[in-house]
Nanobody, 125 residues
Framework: QVQLAESGGGSVQAGGSLRLSCAAS????????VVWFRQAPGKEREGVAA???????SYANSVKGRFTISEDNTNHTVYLQMSSLKPEDTATYYC???????????????????WGAGTAVTISS
């Protein structure tokens, strides 16, 4: 059974940084895609970043140049390093993962069934 657990959220001032973690268990695919997406109160979900099993990464335009997705295969963890944070980055951040994806990009979470419970990020101005 695949389980994903996000951590690392918190409250910081604009311009600050946070690193989110997505720890995976029971995920044994050789080919996979992991996506970070977010949802702010009253807003639709937004794909933020994705990484595949080849290490290829992709980002939403809204976070490109500020966020970095990476993975530690030893610890089965995917990270989202967030810098130059803005109030509009305030949201609950989720990770989602799937094996043998047809494609892997920030919007790939739509078809994924393995999600974590999310971690809240609040950016104050």
């Amino acid at each position: 059974q695949v389980q994903l657990a996000e951590s690392g959220g918190g409250s910081v001032q604009a311009g600050g940084s946070l690193r989110l973690s997505c720890a995976a268990s029971g995920f044994i695919y050789n080919s996979y895609c992991v996506v970070w997406f977010r949802q702010a109160p009253g807003k639709e979900r937004e794909g933020v970043a994705a990484i595949d099993s080849d290490g290829s990464t992709s980002y939403a335009n809204s976070v490109k140049g500020r966020f970095t997705i990476s993975e530690d295969n030893t610890n089965h963890t995917v990270y989202l390093q967030m810098s130059s944070l803005k109030p509009e980055d305030t949201a609950t951040y989720y990770c989602a993962a799937e094996g043998y994806p047809v494609r892997c990009g920030p919007t790939s979470y739509f078809g994924m069934t393995n999600w974590g419970a999310g971690t809240a990020v609040t950016i104050s101005s």
